[in-house]
């Protein structure tokens, strides 16, 4: 079944292709946090989707799955709203940003057994 969701770099208005390349516009940010956010949650529902994404390869060869943007990306949204002027714009966006790292960790613990590594988080 065609759709826009779908992992296709030569397309350009799939969603996930859309999401990596706009992921530091600041017009787009508070779109794409939530975009984001959601999309981690659909990645923990369940075993089969987590496979399905472990297995998405990179976009550019500087990652070597789709999803290995995520956690750099959530960190400096966590260091940019953290130490500034009290906001509650920057507040909610932190904690938007933590609770999806946190989420996303789930599907980070599922890599760790298939890879047969332990990656160090800090």
Known sequence: MMSTVTYKPEVDTSLLVLLWRYQNRPEDFESGLCFLKSLVSIICLNEGII??????PGLTYQWA????????????????CTGFKESSAKDNHREDAVKTLSEFEIYESYLDTIDGVKRNRA
Do not use: G, N
Not at 65 to 80: A, H, N, Q
């Open 51 to 56: 496979q399905f994404f472990a297995q998405l």
């Open 65 to 80: 799955r789709y999803t290995d943007w995520i956690r750099p990306y959530l960190e400096r949204v966590i260091m940019r």
